[in-house]
Nanobody
Framework: QVHLVESGGGLVQAGGSLRLSCVASGRDFSIDVMRWYRQAPGKQRKLVATITYGGSTNYADSVKGRFTLSRDNDKNTVYLQMNSLKSEDTAVYYC????????????????WGQGTQVTVSS
């Protein structure tokens, strides 16, 4: 099983920046796809950005050009750099891994972190 821990959330003024981190831990594993989701109060959880092991990224239209997702495979860590933040970016941000490889076998285990709150004041 992979354990995910997010950090970096906080309160920021509109136009400001934050960097979220998500560290994956476990035994003898590697991860291809890592994702960030967010959930605003009273709304469904939505996909924000995806990154593969090789560094290919995809972003939701609402964050394109403002958010940048990167990863350090040696540290099993992904970083979500969020710039030009808007009030509508306020949400709990969750790191997600849909599966992992261990011992040459892929395990489709949907793992989530505990979430980190991002609040953007206007």
């Amino acid at each position: 099983q992979v354990h995910l821990v997010e950090s970096g959330g906080g309160l920021v003024q509109a136009g400001g920046s934050l960097r979220l981190s998500c560290v994956a831990s476990g035994r003898d594993f590697s991860i291809d796809v890592m994702r960030w989701y967010r959930q605003a109060p009273g709304k469904q959880r939505k996909l924000v950005a995806t990154i593969t092991y090789g560094g290919s990224t995809n972003y939701a239209d609402s964050v394109k050009g403002r958010f940048t997702l990167s990863r350090d495979n040696d540290k099993n860590t992904v970083y979500l750099q969020m710039n030009s933040l808007k009030s509508e970016d306020t949400a709990v941000y969750y790191c997600n891994v849909p599966g992992y490889v261990s011992g040459g076998r892929y395990y489709p285990r949907d793992s989530w972190g505990q979430g980190t709150q991002v609040t953007v004041s206007s």
